[in-house]
Nanobody, 123 residues
Framework: QVQVVESGGGLVEPGGSLRLSCAAS????????MAWYRQAPGKERELVAA???????KYADSVKGRFTISRDNAKNTVYLQMNSLKPEDTAVYFC?????????????????WGQGTQVTVSS
């Protein structure tokens, strides 16, 4: 079973930066889609940034120009560099990975979520 673990969250002042990491482990054949979502208290989970295997990135309008998503396929890891953070960026950030898992039988698709990491932007 593919496991996903995020790290890098924390408390930062407005204007500061954080870098989130998300690493997958298990019997992975490939990961064709990696994305970061976030969920603020009382709000629905929203897509923050995505990067498919083609490398064509996609961002929410609210983070364009401030956040950068990148991936290291050799390490099955996706990153989210967050700059110029604002209080409205405060949320739990989740990593989502979609790919193909190696099994004793036919390979199977997986769609795995991490446990989430808290990002708090406050002075």
């Amino acid at each position: 079973q593919v496991q996903v673990v995020e790290s890098g969250g924390g408390l930062v002042e407005p204007g500061g930066s954080l870098r989130l990491s998300c690493a997958a482990s298990g019997s992975i054949f490939n990961i064709y889609a990696m994305a970061w979502y976030r969920q603020a208290p009382g709000k629905e989970r929203e897509l923050v940034a995505a990067i498919p295997h083609t490398g064509a990135t996609k961002y929410a309008d609210s983070v364009k120009g401030r956040f950068t998503i990148s991936r290291d396929n050799a390490k099955n890891t996706v990153y989210l560099q967050m700059n110029s953070l604002k209080p409205e960026d405060t949320a739990v950030y989740f990593c989502n990975l979609e790919g193909v898992e190696i099994t004793p039988g036919p390979y199977v698709d997986f769609d795995s979520w991490g446990q989430g990491t808290q990002v708090t932007v406050s002075s």
